[in-house]
């Protein structure tokens, strides 16, 4: 029996490791369909994933499993299994694994993800103090 068009099979190319110091598994980000876009990371213990932003795309994150602090805006507040955190739109974030597995959650952007909307915020102008 074909495959219907609705049903998409897990993308071969799996998990990967990105520059922002975590391993990302794309479970849902295509160009037709532009609303949201879902992704399982995974950060190991005592990673801070790197300060960045989401120009134009709110991202919510739902804690799998490990413990972490997360910092949106400036602000901070531990987490954990169930947890779920609301990130607006251009608000700088980052989140540290402060256990001793994985820390695993879901990341859902709206709209959906694309390399063009991420704002390194620890580039080396920002460093230098630019």
């Known amino acids: 029996m074909p495959r219907p068009e609705w049903l998409h099979p897990p993308d071969p190319a799996g998990a990967f490791a990105t520059a922002e110091r975590c391993t990302i598994e ?16 995974r ?3 005592g ?15 739902v804690i799998e499993a490990g413990t972490g602090l997360v910092e949106v805006a400036g602000a901070t507040a531990p987490v954990g299994p169930g947890d779920r955190v609301a990130i607006p739109a251009g608000a700088a974030q980052r989140i540290t694994n402060t256990g001793a ?18 704002v390194d915020l620890e580039g080396p102008a920002r460093a230098a103090g630019d």
């Open 43 to 45: 950060v190991a213990p």
């Open 47 to 61: 990673v801070t994933t790197q300060l960045h932003a989401l120009q134009g795309v709110s991202e919510v994150y």
């Open 101 to 118: 597995g994985d820390l695993v959650f879901l990341c859902l952007c709206t709209p959906r993800f694309t390399p063009d909307c991420y």
């Open 26 to 41: 794309e479970l849902w980000n295509d160009a037709g369909s532009p609303a949201t876009s879902l992704a399982r990371a």
